[in-house]
């Protein structure tokens, strides 16, 4: 609904292994002179920090921004994969994804707090706070697994392309997935979405309770779906609308091998 300010991306990975993703948290009001938000992945992806490390300094920094959610990952072969996340409208500190332990974030007096919707196969949280079942998060435009119906309706459509696509070709399954985050199905009622954006949100409630939204003057304008193998190997799918037609689509596919040292190179979209 506005220009972006300040360039950057919303979603982007290095042949480095360094991937970032950003949604919007949804605000009734927002603060006109706040910073960019599509710096906090252009910065991540081209700095030499660690993903924990690089949130740690973002969230110092996090009341010079309007309401975002950001994740950080170091994605290694070698070494395993490290995944993080922070939030600057939930807990002061970001907290670390990791394989093998019970999952656990902080709730924020909530029931319980999703790519712009995100979702993704990931690893137990490790935290402070409620248990979330293990395996796969969803983040949209409120905290991490924030329990919106979309959200839950969204991660129940991607588990089971998941599970279909299993031994099938990786370009079924995007196929499936891009399926997935094109599904206009209305989620409602959701008192919770309807909580957090007010007077804000209701002129679009019907669309916006959708996994894709679809409005005159508000939507989802690109799908992005990112595999990464055990060898490495990535596979970035892009779908985007050409000139806000939303009958009028491109699709773009590029592959590349996470390398261990040498210069950056990123795929990047703004």
Not at 182 to 199: C, K
């Amino acid at each position: 609904m506005e220009e972006g300010k300040a360039g950057g991306t919303w979603l982007g990975i290095s042949t480095r292994g360094k991937l970032g993703a950003l949604t919007n948290y949804l605000q009734p009001r927002q603060e006109p002179d706040a910073r960019g938000r599509g710096e906090l992945v252009s910065h991540f992806l081209t700095s030499d920090m660690d993903s924990l490390s690089y949130l740690k300094k973002v969230s110092t920094e996090g009341h010079l921004y309007n309401g975002f959610n950001l994740i950080a990952a170091d994605l290694s072969t070698a070494k395993g994969d490290v995944v993080c996340y922070y939030g600057n409208r939930g807990e002061p500190e970001p907290i670390v994804l990791t394989p093998g332990e019970p999952a656990l974030v902080s709730r924020q007096g909530r029931d319980c707090s999703y790519v712009g919707n995100t979702m993704c196969h990931l690893w137990p949280l490790h935290g402070q706070a409620d248990l979330l079942p293990i395996g796969t998060y969803g983040l949209s435009n409120a905290l991490l697994e924030t329990p919106w119906k979309k959200l839950c309706f969204g991660k129940q459509l991607f588990t089971e392309a998941v599970e279909r696509s299993e031994s099938l070709p990786k370009d079924i399954l995007v196929t499936q997935l891009l399926e997935v985050l094109n599904n206009e199905e209305a989620q409602l009622p959701d008192p919770a979405i309807e909580d957090q954006g007010q007077e804000y949100i209701q002129p679009i409630l019907s669309k916006y309770a959708a996994v894709c939204v679809r409005s005159a003057t508000y939507g989802t304008r690109t799908n992005t779906i990112i595999l990464v193998d055990a060898d490495g190997h990535v596979t970035f799918t892009e779908r985007s609308m050409l000139d806000k037609d939303t009958s009028c689509w491109e699709t773009n596919t590029y592959e590349f091998t996470l390398q261990k040292t040498g210069d950056p190179v990123f795929v990047c979209v703004q």
